[in-house]
Nanobody, 126 residues
Framework: QVQLVESGGGLVQAGGSLRLSCAAS????????MGWFRQAPGKEREFVAT??????????YYTDSVKGRFTISRDNAKNTVYLQMNSLKPEDTAVYYC?????????????????WGQGTQVTVSS
């Protein structure tokens, strides 16, 4: 079992920045792949970013719409994964979810993940 708790969401103006954090517990954090997803009102949950375990080089992947603006990272000493979001746009407004895999690899679909956090709201005003 893995428990995930997100934090860091809030209201920000367009062009601003936020950093989301996801604290994990219950399993060897450094050995599992992690990801961030988001869900806007009336839309399906979509992939944002993923990072592999340290044994897989902490490889990262991003959805095209956030490349160059968002950065996923992990601190294995703190059992925490981060999503640094810069140059935010109103279309980034959504509930952001942290997710954990049962394998060390990256994952780009919701079905790849076994554990989910409760979500944190990000609202970007124009």
């Amino acid at each position: 079992q893995v428990q995930l708790v997100e934090s860091g969401g809030g209201l920000v103006q367009a062009g601003g920045s936020l950093r989301l954090s996801c604290a994990a517990s219950g399993r060897t954090f450094s050995s599992i792949g992690m990801g961030w997803f988001r869900q806007a009102p009336g839309k399906e949950r979509e992939f944002v970013a993923t990072i592999a375990s340290i044994s897989r080089g902490s490889r990262t992947y991003y959805t095209d719409s956030v490349k160059g603006r968002f950065t996923i990272s992990r601190d294995n000493a703190k059992n925490t994964v981060y999503l640094q979001m810069n140059s935010l746009k109103p279309e980034d407004t959504a509930v952001y979810y942290c997710a954990a895999r049962s394998t060390p690899y990256t994952g780009t679909t919701a079905a790849d993940y076994s554990y989910w956090g409760q979500g944190t709201q990000v609202t970007v005003s124009s």
